[in-house]
């Protein structure tokens, strides 16, 4: 069992940062693959970026690429996203989520477990 906790939600004017972290507790954190999902009122959810167990592959979403980056620090068991330049359709609730197994998905319902999600706010 992995238990995810996500911060460094907010609020943020267009053209902002913010850096989002997603700490894990329970198993061993390097041996999960994990990602960044989110969810926009009345939209679908929708991946962001996922990074490897090692941290040496990852992948984005067309939308953030250039934008984001996801990392991870397997020392302190977490993981990261930071976002440069957001735009309001950046707009929705964060989530992070590991997946068992050294790679990582671009689909939710291949992972294993799930925070409970921070909030980001974009404005014009």
């Known amino acids: 069992q992995v238990q995810l906790l996500e911060s460094g939600g907010g609020s943020v004017q267009a053209g902002g940062a913010l850096r989002l972290s997603c700490v894990a507790s329970?198993?061993?954190?390097?041996?999960?693959?994990m990602g960044w999902f989110r969810q926009a009122p009345g939209k679908e959810g929708e991946f962001v970026a996922a990074?490897?167990?090692?941290?040496?592959?990852?992948a984005y979403a067309d939308s953030v690429k250039g934008r984001f980056t996801i990392s991870r620090d397997n020392a302190k068991n977490t993981g990261y996203l930071q976002m440069n330049s957001l735009k309001p359709e950046d707009t929705a609730l964060y989530y992070c989520?590991?997946?068992?197994?050294?790679?990582?998905?671009?689909?939710?319902?291949?992972?294993?477990?799930w925070g409970q999600g921070t909030q980001v706010t974009v404005s014009s």
């Open positions: 329970g198993r061993t954190f390097s041996r999960y693959g």
């Open positions: 989520a590991a997946v068992v197994g050294g790679s990582y998905s671009l689909r939710t319902n291949a992972y294993d477990y």
């Open positions: 990074i490897s167990c090692s941290g040496i592959s990852t």
